[in-house]
Every structure is written in structure tokens, then in C-alpha cells.
């Protein structure tokens, strides 16, 4: 059973999926998308759920408005914790369009972030260039290279090349892991419809073609499209712009701990028809008595 030291129930009840998988993970990953925590907030979330959180990402260029202080003391906090962090790949998108992705390469590993993510989710980058920054990203020794398929804007998808080929280079060339681009909002782009509902067509085109589908990591900002993934994937499927204060809901959908999916636990997985019965044991029969007398 999975155990961490000091919770508060793990000793008296067991959650209903059991293989979770614990930190150090290589699947399962939970990504939290940071548009802008202070320091108290950030460690807060850290002694609540980093146990449940694996890579951090200060989404989009927000990084820039931190003063150099406060962001190195923000990101060792977050390494402490055994979790990953890295700036949104929007703004290495703006380094290369400006000449300056060694510039930024360099910045990057100064601060001390772990990761740097590699996206063309605004701009259009040409197959080399993408590559070969995928490869200068593993040459400056970041623990975490990253890269993004997908256009955040749905008039942007103008190739015709599927995506999983991309996925599949990116893998190659030295990528970590790939995220599926689902923007801050999961709606209309990539395997989400108009309403955020999982196109699961594209997931299953997606993951039918990959080399090694544990490497992709879906963007999932909303709990249908999370609790979908999960009830396709299992409880490790790899999700990402997780808010903040949603990675406990996340981790308690994970295992079985919210309704649906230990609804489905019980019905699907266990096969549960009759109710449920008071249990004959000696604690409970008991404790029956001594509330009787």
C-alpha cells in the first residue's frame, strides 16, 4: 500500500487503486501551472501536496516579473521539495524569435531551474531549429527537457503532418517527456471540442501511434477532462496545468477517492452489485455494545 510517514489514514484504510505510483516518478506525473504564488503560498502548497506534484511550471513569460531574489528563492524552495520546475516554453518561443535562446539557455541554468520546456505553441519554429534546441537543452545538463506539441490558437494548426510524428522526433532527439498542448482553459485545441470535452478519436490516434505513450503528458485544467483521462489511462497517466489548490482533488480522483471514480471502482473494477453491509468484527461489535451500556 502506498504509504507516506505521518498521514493521517493510511494506517486504517487502504485507497481503492493501489499501484499508484510514488516520488521518485516516471509516470503519473502531476504538472502544476504557477501564473504567480508568492513565496508563503508556494511553500504552503509544498508541505500540503508536494508528495503529489512533480514538475512546476511558472507558466507563460510571468517568470520576467519576479525580481532575480525572489525567483531564486523561489525556485529553491521548489527544488527542496524534490519537484521540477521550469519557465512556460511561450517564453523560449520569444528567446528564439529574438536571436537569443543561448542567451536565455544560459539565464535559465544561472537561476537554477531544473527544466526548460521547448514549445511552438505561438510561433512557428522550423524542424531543425526545434530539434537542435531540444538537443542544447540536454548539452547545458538540465535534469528535465520538455517539449510541447500543438498550437494554442486552432487557426495556427496549419500542417498536415499528424502530431505524433512530432511526438515521436521530440522523443527521439531527447525529450523527457512531450506535453499535449490543452492551454489554461482545455477547450478547443488538440483533444479537447469547443467544450472541453476529450475528442477521444485524437487521444486514441495520438496514443496508438507514440513510441512510448508514458512519455506524454496531457494538459487537463478541467476535472472532466482529468477524471476522463484517469478512467482511460489509469491512475498514472501523466496530467499537467493542474491549479494549485486542485492537486489534492487530483490525487484523491487518482486513487479512488472521489466519487466517480470510486463508483467506478466498486461497480467496474470490484463488481459490487449488493449493498454494502454493517461488517461483524469484535472492534466493531464492541464498540456497539459499549455505546449500548
Known sequence: MLRH?????????????????????????????????????????MELASNYIDHWKLTFGTSAFYNMRLLRQKIELIK???????????????????????QYLDRARELGFTGVEISDGTINIDEETRLNTIKLARTYGFELVVSEVGKKDPRDQVST?????????????????????????????????????????????????????????????????????????????????????????????????RGDTLRHYYLTIQGIEEPVRWPRSPMVEGTSRGQNN
Open 5 to 45: 510517514d505521518g498521514e493521517a489514514w493510511l494506517d486504517i484504510l487502504d485507497f481503492p487503486y493501489q499501484d499508484r505510483a510514488d516520488k521518485p516518478r516516471q509516470h503519473g506525473l502531476t504538472m502544476v501551472i504557477d501564473k504567480g504564488l508568492g513565496l508563503t503560498e508556494s511553500r504552503d502548497l
Open 80 to 102: 527542496s521539495y524534490g519537484v521540477h520546475i521550469f519557465p512556460g516554453g511561450t517564453f523560449l518561443e520569444l528567446a528564439l524569435l529574438q536571436g537569443r535562446i543561448i
Open 161 to 257: 503532418r499528424p502530431l505524433y510524428e512530432q511526438v515521436n522526433r521530440d522523443l527521439e532527439t531527447g525529450s523527457d517527456v512531450v506535453i499535449v498542448e490543452g492551454r489554461e482553459s482545455g477547450e478547443g485545441v488538440v483533444i479537447y471540442d469547443d467544450e472541453g470535452n476529450v475528442l477521444a478519436d485524437e487521444v486514441e490516434q495520438m496514443v496508438s501511434h507514440v513510441t512510448n505513450p508514458e512519455r506524454l503528458l496531457w494538459e487537463a485544467p478541467q476535472k472532466k477532462q482529468q477524471q476522463e483521462l484517469i478512467m482511460r489511462f489509469g491512475p498514472n497517466v501523466n496530467l499537467g496545468n493542474v491549479q494549485p489548490y486542485d492537486v489534492l482533488a487530483l490525487e484523491a480522483l487518482r486513487v479512488g477517492l
